[in-house]
């Protein structure tokens, strides 16, 4: 990715929504960073150093397991925040990492949380999107053990061409292994199985969404599920509150 190109590219959805005051004073506190492919941004348990609103780009959630295997709980796109602390010096139990690379723009956290407390609408906002982040990892529980990984890998990918704003992007069946909790050769016979029904194409390490109506149908319902709940948190904050 040409970064200098790429730089202004895209824009984080929930805080476009916040009224004008809000969002130029929070954007003269933030700095675009970019995230290469599986960066890491935090580990479980550990203190929250900076919080990420994302461009154009995919952070997933992960929670490991002793044998080294891990799953994907939850994913944040432009339409969110990583990394949102609780407390001062706060943490969450899963490791955040890039999924798809791309740009975000960044805040300490502790600052994050002083614009929070001083200001009663933004706190309503990031309570609404914490509220719909929650139900969307009790949504990913309930999808990661009763839909098919065909099923789920289309989720993942549709949620990630809208948030990337492309139909192409790079991605190893490696790391979507992680993501879907699956052994990689399981990710390849679903991507393949994709691939020969004309949804998508996939060619060194890069998926191109080539029939997104296809690709729906396809999906579990938790694609619409997801989306339409994290919409719904967009909006309400266009419109200046819950």
Not at 10 to 39: M, Q, Y
Not at 106 to 120: C, G, S, W
Not at 213 to 240: M, P
Request: negative net charge.
């Amino acid at each position: 990715m040409n970064r200098g190109v790429s730089a202004n590219a895209g824009a984080n959805r929930l805080l476009d929504a916040l009224p004008v005051g809000e969002g130029r004073r929070l954007r003269r506190a933030l700095s675009p960073v970019f995230l290469e492919i599986e960066t890491v941004l935090f580990e479980a348990g550990e203190p929250i150093a900076f919080v990420d609103f994302p461009r154009n780009c995919v952070v997933s959630l992960l929670t490991s397991f002793q044998e080294g295997a891990s799953v994907e709980v939850a994913s944040i796109g432009n339409e969110g925040i990583v990394g949102v602390p609780m407390r001062p010096g706060g943490s969450l139990a899963f490791r955040a990492v890039s999924s798809v690379a791309g740009w975000v723009d960044r805040m300490d956290a502790a600052t994050f949380l002083d614009e929070v407390k001083a200001d009663p609408h933004l706190h309503e906002v990031v309570n609404d999107y914490v509220r719909a982040f929650f139900g969307e990892i009790a949504q990913a529980a309930a999808c990661n053990r009763l839909h098919s990984n065909e099923e789920r890998l289309s989720r993942w990918l549709l949620m990630s061409q809208d948030r990337v704003g492309a139909d192409e992007f790079a991605i190893t069946h490696e790391f979507l292994g992680q993501i879907l909790g699956s052994r990689r050769a399981t990710v390849t016979l679903s991507a393949e199985s994709l691939r020969a029904a004309g949804l998508i194409s996939y060619h060194r390490g890069r998926v191109t969404i080539i029939d997104r109506t296809g690709l729906e149908a396809v999906a579990c319902e938790c694609y619409r599920s997801i989306t339409s709940e994290l919409d719904s948190v967009v909006r309400r904050a266009h419109r200046g509150g819950p």
